[in-house]
Each structure stands twice: as C-alpha cells, then as structure tokens.
C-alpha cells in the first residue's frame, strides 16, 4: 500500500521556529561525505525543501539517501529534525537523536534541535536539559542573537508550565470527524451556526480550485520557487446526529487564490471570509446568504488595514465583533481587537482587548458562545503546550477575565485552533495536527464543548408563511423585563422562510414579524427561571382572503372526533399489551393542537418540549405535534408532560408506513398484535 503523503504547508508554519531551519554550512557539507552522485542530487533538492521549512517534503528525499547510507550521521540529523514535525512519526526522530553528539559543538543549534525534537514526543525533562544547554551556549557568543535568545528562554518556560499541568486533564471526549469532512488533504476552521444545520470549513488540497500553483520564490533572499494548493471554501449539510453530507466547493466565493471561511453568524445568515489580495497581506471580507446562494464577498472598511487581518468573530445580540491584526500598535506581533457595526460593511470604534487577552505572542481564531458569555482562541502564549493552544476566558461584569489554557486532550504539542461550539455547549469543534489524523489538518468534535456549567438560553428556530408557503419578513426582537436595551432584527430567508435567533434567559421578549401587505404578528416569550439551553419552534402564518376563505369553509370535526376516540379509548389496557412493543415502519407522536387561525397559541406553554413538527394538510388544517416514538410508552411520557403544561387537546397518534393512524385503527388492522 502506498504510503500517505504530507505536505507542511506554509500558511500553517506559524509557530515554527525560524532557527530550526538554521542548519549551518558544515552540516551539508559533510552529509555529502560517502554519498554516491544520485544521493549528492537528492541532498540538494531536499536541502532546498529544508531551507523553505519544507520539512515533510524535504523527509522522504533524506530517508530514501539514509537507506543507501545507514552509517552517515548527518543525514540521521536532519532526519531528526524533520521527524519532529512529522505528527505520526515524530517518534522517530529519537532512533537518530544522538549520533552527533561528538560532533556538536560544531553544529549551530545542535541542542536547541535536539531539546525540540525531545519536546514534541513528550519527553519535557530531556528537552529542558537540551534548552538550557542551547541557552548556555548562546549566552557565551560574542554576538547574541536576541530573537534566539528570547525563543529559548521561550521554550524553557514552556516546558515547565508543561511539567507542572501533565495531570490535569478535561474530561471531554474527542473524535477525528473522518469521512467524508476529512480527507488525506487538509481541513480547518469549523463554523457552524447555533443549530448546527450546516458545517463551512476551509480546505486546502488537491480539490482546491486552480489545483497547485507555482509561487514565486525571492533572488533577494535567495528563496526557490514553491509548488502549493491555495485555500477554498466548502461546505457540508447536517444530515442526523452523527452524519455529514459530502463537502463541496461554495463555487462563487473560490478563486484561484486564497479564500477562507473564519466565522459564521449564529442563525447562519453571515460569514467573514479571509482573502489574499496579492499584497502579501490578507483582508476580512463579508458574504450573505439569500435564498441559498451565498452573495459575493464585500470588503470591510474600517477593519481592514495595510497589515494583516486574517480571522474574526460574531457577538451574538450585538453590532460588535473580535477580530485578529497584525497592527504595529498590538501588544503582540497578532492581537485581538473589538468593533462595532457603523453601517453594512463599515466599521468603527476599534479597541484592543488589553494585555489581560493579549500577550507579546500571537492570539488568533477567536469565537463567542452563544450567549456572549464565553471566548474561546487560540495562542502560542507562554502557557500554550506546544504551538498554538486554545484559551478560554469569561465574560463577567462586562468585561473579559483572565484567560486560562483548556488543556489536555482538547490542546496537543501540536497546532489547535480554530474552538467553535454548537448553540447548547454539548457539542465543539476545531481543528488540529494530531497522530493517527485523516490528513494534514484534520476536524474534531468535542464532547462537551462546555464542560461544567451549561449554557443557559432560548433558542427560537422560526417559520414565516404566505398562505401556506414560506415568505421573508422583516423580524425585531425587544426584550420587556429587566433588559430594555436589548433589541435585535433580522429577515427570515426568502426560500424556506426559516430564522434563528437566541435569547439571552430571565427576561421577557417581544417577536415582531412584519411582511408587507399584512397586519404585524407578535410573540410574547417568557424565559424567566430557564436554567439549560432549550429550543422553541414559533411559526407565523400570513393569509390572504382568499386562503381565509377556503379555510372558513373547513371545521375540525376530524380531529375533535379522534381526540373523543383517544379519551373513549382503554389506553391502560393498550399500553399493558402494546406499550413497550416494536413494530417495523410504526411510530407514534403526540399532537398537540390543530388550528385555522392560530395566532393566539402559547409558546410559552411549549418550552423545553421537544421539537415541535408543524404540517399543514389537504384540509388547510395546520396540526403541531411533538416526537417520533418507536413505543406507546415514550409517547405516553411525553403526552403526560404535555398536558400539565396546560395543552388540553393533545392526543396521542401513529404512523404507520407513512401513514396517519389512530390507536383504535392499530387493534382494528391488526398492525399490533
């Protein structure tokens, strides 16, 4: 079987080490030492790929020359240091690690090197040694270098914090999300929306459009030519708990540079997106979704800037977001700032998060919960475990606090970034280089996003109708309890008339939906005392005269008659025989009401129930139930709960292959037997 094949891509070398790659002259020189004429060629090629921080590429074309050759310890020295970012094998840098060890005080760097490879295979005490060897060394130079100076008092640091937290552990569960989101290529940056009804991910790979492409290389700094894939946007649809569709391009956003997907809004209506102009530095850029196209990318003036502006996130319920530059007046060399909102695409008011966020390193990848109350990035800090980590800070008073590493497994030796959780906090994702991974970069799920306390808040998943068929509206949301100033809108998408939004609990709001032509509907929701995440399903129907009419004409006989049939009905006897029995292609469900004009329905009286199922029949009848059991018992549970929540009405009804049947119906077709 042909063996997989890596690529170190450039974008993602960002906490590599510029002084790894410093091999001096005399470490090349003498790797030529015993080689016949075809390795000589294959050390020159690999020596440019080394020289470029090619370091995956550069290790097969060593290993092949270190076959030929077993006894040439210079060429198992630069294997060692490949094998150090090599994810799967770092291990095997350790087989070659000191067969140098004579010869070092004539190679730059020999244990700062040795001191790094030991770190990445977890070996902290050994790797100490080795940096405080390396520091030594560099202190005694005539010439200091202070860049290097400062990286291994860096690492010495590092290592220490490392040694002081390896028993503290979150007790989360993680899994590579595997095919067909990951693949042998590259995958990063998870968004999602609050309901996790989609995923936008960026991709960097053989699919990428333009396939690989030459970048120039620098005669100034003496730099080749090198061959490389340039990032697309792709997304993918969720199809149940544990399923993804398969992932394909967003065409009209990819070009044939680099265009990357950084944050999604929470009802999934908005989505910054990352661009290489060709500048050299990257901008923020902002796309819509209408109908179920995504517009153009616009971008954003007032972010935006001659440095670097790469990754950027939503505040939910606010005209503000946090997003990461590369301004010469950070604190770091990558900071992380806050804007707020001016007008569509302008922004203003930008402010620095200060050094309790921002350090003298690099803070990238930012995200927000749901409920404003959490940050989550990622930061190559001092208190990072290996390159970048993720962090996590809360909100309280208004103001950010202290921010703290997640630990292990969620952070690895390794890149973890990109830390996005799904609207309840059961669920993260985020992408890293772990052993064992599908690819380059691969994506993970977290299970809980949030450990500890759960994330509080309503999420209201809506429905906007023109006799029957799904229409946009204009939607304001204003709080009337103890939270007056809180007040949001947004638009219900044009094609399935859906829209998404989450309210902050221990308040009461007012939903006004407005669409041109009709009288404005109004929502009353309560959620005082609500201590968990909960969802609530609200529906708005506009209806002409015509279609007032033809429903006027109807009456709910049927289903006042069947509610009489379930009361009449021996549903003791039915669940002693039936209750906990399973039939192929048969469920029952519990309605829970049936309406012509239902305006004046209680959404609060259906808070925290399961999701509620809205059908609008031949009839023009408009029928709410709730769940989709395998057993009379579940349902019978669930209608208990239902009818102390004061929803009289509810009965309980099956599908059987399809189609409805009442409980009477089962005894009489002999479908339970």
Known sequence: MQAKKKILLLLFVVSINAFVAQVNAFVFENAKFGLNPPDQLRLSKAKIKF????????????????????????????????????????????????????????????????????????????????????????????????????????????????????????????????????????????????????????????????????????????????????????????????????????????????????????????????????????????????????????????????????????????????????????????????????????????????PLINTKYDEDAPFVTADGKTLFFSSNNSNSIGGYDVFRSDLKKGKWQTPYNLGKPINTKDEDKFYTVRGDGKKAYYSSFKRGGKGQQDIYMVEPGMPGKPISLLQVDGLVMIDGKPTQADIEITSILKNRKFKTSMSSNDLNGNFLANLPVDDEYEIVIKVNQFPQQVVELNTVGIDSFMVINVYADFTSPEYDKKISELNLSIDEKNKNLFDKFDKKSFAGKFGDTKVDGLFYKVQIGAYKLYENFNYNNVIGMPKIIRQTDDDYITRFSMGNFETYNEAQALLEKVLVNNLKDAFIYSIYKGEKKFLHQLLEEKIVK
């Open 51 to 354: 020289e470029q921080n090619l370091f995956l590429e550069a290790l097969p074309i060593f290993d092949s020359i270190s076959e030929n050759n077993k006894n040439q310890p210079y060429i198992s020295y630069l294997l060692v240091i490949c094998y150090s970012y090599d994810v799967d094998n770092s291990y095997k840098a350790i087989t070659h690690i000191s067969l140098l060890k004579n010869e070092a005080y004539a190679i730059d760097g020999y244990n700062y090197n040795l001191a790094y490879a030991f770190e990445k295979n977890d070996s902290i005490d050994a790797a100490l040694e080795n940096y405080k060897i390396a520091l030594s060394i560099e202190e005694k130079k005539t010439i200091k270098q202070p860049l290097l100076l400062r990286d291994i008092n860096f690492r010495i640091h590092r290592c220490e914090k490392i040694n002081e937290n390896k028993f503290k552990k979150n007790n989360v569960t993680i899994k590579n999300l595997g095919k067909p989101i990951n693949s042998g290529a590259s995958e990063y940056c998870p968004l999602i929306p609050s309901d996790e009804r989609f995923m936008i991910f960026t991709y960097r790979g053989p699919q990428s459009k333009g396939g690989k492409q030459v970048v120039k290389g620098d005669k100034i700094s003496n730099t080749e030519d090198v061959e490389l894939f340039y990032e697309d946007i792709f997304i993918s649809k969720k199809i149940n708990d544990t399923a993804w569709s398969v992932p394909t391009p967003i065409e009209n956003l990819n070009t044939n540079l680099h265009d990357a997907a950084v944050s999604v809004s929470f009802d999934g209506t908005q989505m910054f997106i990352y661009k290489n102009t060709g500048g050299g530095n990257g901008d923020l850029f902002m796309s819509r979704l209408i109908g179920n196209k995504w517009s153009n990318p616009i971008y954003q003036v007032g972010i935006n800037t001659r440095a670097w502006e790469g990754s950027a996130c939503f505040i939910p319920n606010k005209n503000k977001i946090i997003f990461a530059s590369e301004k010469p007046d950070g604190i770091g060399k990558r900071d992380l700032y806050e804007a707020e909102r001016l007008k569509d695409n302008t922004w203003g008011n930008i402010k620095n998060l200060g």
